[in-house]
């Protein structure tokens, strides 16, 4: 089965923390995405990486940043968090090589206050 | 600029009916369609994925339908239980770039 895993079920957070979100995926896939979802709005793609040191922006990038330094592991980095960042973050991974299945982590809760 | 709806937002039936949920999309050059479960706090699970080549997909009680002239999926469940209470959206791919594009789901009620 695949699995991904992502390092914290819920967090919170100071407004100006800088904060990390990882994600772990075991099955050697290409493809990760990082989402937040949002009552109302539904999922909106924030970054995804094709490969690793590969990074490319998603609908709403603003305020983000990610790093893929292992084919397995893809963080995502809010540089100064804010409030309006307190979301439900989930991350995704696909095969790729014309596999297009995502497999999703469990997600992160995360609260600024 | 694709735009993925679903409709009802939200449905509520008893148990062991059969019941089609609804999802359209405005532009029918799609590259593949996937439906995905998603319980409450949780993330979501990949349910089934139709080629754009494919016409259905079905995985035990599930039957996935497309019809891409029409901009139109089903996803049919048949004698459905409580257990399958949860929100199911339905995501496109336009292309070979891997990339999603939502609906915004339907929360679906299975009374006992």
């Known amino acids: 089965d695949v699995k991904v895993t992502q390092s914290s079920r819920y967090l919170v957070k100071r407004t100006g923390e800088k904060v990390f979100l990882e994600c772990v995926q075991d099955?050697?896939?290409?493809?990760m995405f990082w989402y937040r979802q949002d009552p109302g709005l539904g999922l909106r793609l924030i970054y995804f990486?094709?490969?690793?040191?590969?990074?490319e922006k998603g609908d709403i990038p603003e305020g983000y940043s990610v790093s893929r330094e292992k084919k397995e592991r893809f963080s995502l980095i809010l540089e100064s968090a804010s409030t309006n960042q307190t979301s439900m973050y989930l991350c995704?991974?696909?095969?790729?090589?014309?596999?297009?299945?995502?497999?999703f982590g469990p997600g992160t809760r995360l609260t600024v206050t | 600029k694709q735009e993925v709806t679903q409709i009802p937002a939200a449905l509520s039936v008893p148990e062991g009916e059969n019941l089609v949920l609804n999802c359209s999309f405005t532009?029918?050059?799609?590259?593949?369609l996937q439906w995905f479960r998603q319980d409450p706090g949780k993330g979501l699970t990949s349910l089934l994925l139709?080629?754009?080549s494919q016409r259905e997909q079905t995985s035990g009680r599930l039957n996935a339908s497309l019809d891409k002239s029409s901009g139109r999926s089903t996803l049919y469940i048949a004698a459905s239980q409580p257990g399958d209470s949860a929100t199911y959206l339905c995501?496109?791919?336009?292309?070979?770039?891997?990339?999603?594009?939502w609906g915004a789901g339907t929360k679906l009620i299975i009374k006992p």
């Open positions: 990486s094709y490969d690793v040191k590969m990074k």
């Open positions: 995501a496109v791919t336009m292309d070979s770039n891997y990339q999603l594009i």
């Open positions: 099955m050697d896939h290409e493809n």
């Open positions: 995704a991974s696909t095969p790729g090589v014309g596999s297009y299945e995502q497999y």
């Open positions: 139709i080629q754009s």
């Open positions: 532009d029918s050059a799609i590259y593949n």
